[in-house]
């Protein structure tokens, strides 16, 4: 069956159930870290942009702002993050990286960059910048309410 006479259904499903398969290897690497996929992602996103709301650090970890701030408090105790005792705009009490994370994250960027390199190895670089386009043109249409 070619592409063009499936569903237009069966392209959500496929795309989740390459997320799904990704988030579970990537989860099975990240184990040995002590680290959840949840957490790479919160860790990651404080890495690109200090400073950056708990919020949005729920957004970019796919999770609830409660659930966030579970996350946090496991993060902190673990020597990970310090937060802030004074609450700023909206009472948010802004994260910031310790170097024992940075350390941490070398680790665990390497061990995520291998499941892509593993889920991209029999695609070649020009359909990846392609396929990068088109799954974030698709995003960003969703962005639309």
Do not use: W
Not at 108 to 136: D, I, P
Request: glycine residues 4%.
């Amino acid at each position: 069956m070619d592409a063009l006479d499936r569903s237009p259904e069966s392209l959500g499903v496929l795309i989740k159930e390459t997320q799904s398969l990704l988030n579970q290897r990537m989860d099975d690497r990240l184990r040995p870290l002590s680290l959840s996929v949840p957490q790479y992602a919160c860790l990651t996103a404080l890495q690109d942009t200090p400073g950056i709301t708990s919020s949005e650090l729920a957004r970019r970890a796919f999770v609830s702002r409660q659930s966030m701030n579970v996350l946090l408090q496991g993060l902190e105790k673990r020597g990970l993050v310090t937060r802030s005792s004074d609450p700023g705009p909206r009472r948010e009490r802004s994260v910031v990286l310790n170097d024992a994370a940075e350390l941490l994250l070398e680790r665990a960027h390497e061990e995520v960059s291998s499941v892509v390199q593993r889920m991209t190895m029999e695609v070649e670089l020009v359909e990846r910048a392609r396929l990068y386009e088109l799954l974030a043109r698709c995003r960003d249409a969703l962005l639309i309410p």
